[in-house]
């Protein structure tokens, strides 16, 4: 079985400081963990993938992801925010260890960007 | 990278009638999903359209009620049966290649309002 939690629904920050966004995730087997970002009225956007590699990923538009398996956790960063950062992010796991390929989404945390 | 369009983008259609939306991917891919995104709310599965044979459904949908066709591997449709104003969602269509590991790719979803 496999799920993710993201730990806040809504983060505001000011332009130009750092954003962080909370993931924890639970799996039964080597988990494949994504970040998508869902601008209003817009489709669903890959930014980041873990699958594997390296534990530190660097996806799009200057955000990466820390994969800590002790910690199961996959948190999102930026050095600095941009207002057009301002958006719906969605944490999400796969089980890549096993024969089932589906995502299993988080509940989203919608980050607002202040002027 | 896949392209997906899908169609229609909304709808606002009649309680008690049947809406079917329509996924076309620029390439083949292995694997087909339909989901659902509620107001204000994260991404549920629906059904993996398999190709060439029955969907399968996830725990809360049947196929009565969301019949799915993948007739190959580059379609699929959703028919949404007997509307009621509960099924008012946006509606997403997703593919993956397939191999251990691939990040979904998401088409721009059916806003679909039931009155």
């Known amino acids: 079985a496999q799920s993710v939690t993201q730990l806040d629904s809504h983060v505001s920050v000011s332009e130009g400081t750092p954003v962080l966004l909370r993931c924890n995730y639970s799996s039964s087997y080597s988990p494949s963990l994504f970040w998508y970002v869902q601008h209003p009225n817009k489709g669903l956007q890959l930014l980041l993938k873990y699958t594997s590699a390296a534990t530190l990923v660097k996806g799009i538009n200057g955000f990466e992801a820390e994969f800590k398996k002790s910690e199961t956790s996959f948190h999102l960063t930026k050095p600095s925010a941009h207002m057009s950062d301002a958006a719906e992010y969605f944490c999400v796991v796969s089980d890549s260890g096993g024969s089932n390929y589906k995502l299993t989404f988080g509940k989203g945390t919608l980050l607002t960007v202040n002027p | ?115």
């Open chain 2, 1 to 115: 990278s896949a392209v997906i369009s899908q169609k229609p983008s909304r709808d606002i259609c009649q309680r008690g009638t049947s809406l079917t939306i329509q996924c076309q991917v620029d390439s083949q891919v292995t694997m087909m999903f339909w989901y659902r995104q509620q107001p204000g709310q994260s991404l549920t599965l629906i059904a993996t359209a398999n190709q060439g044979s029955e969907a399968t459904y996830e725990s809360g949908f049947v196929i009565d009620k969301f019949p799915i066709s993948r007739p190959n591997l580059t379609f699929s449709t959703l028919t949404v049966s007997n509307m009621s104003p509960e099924d008012s969602s946006i509606y997403l269509c997703s593919a993956q290649r397939g191999g251990r590991v691939t990040e979904a790719f998401f088409g721009q979803g059916t806003r679909l309002t039931v009155v």
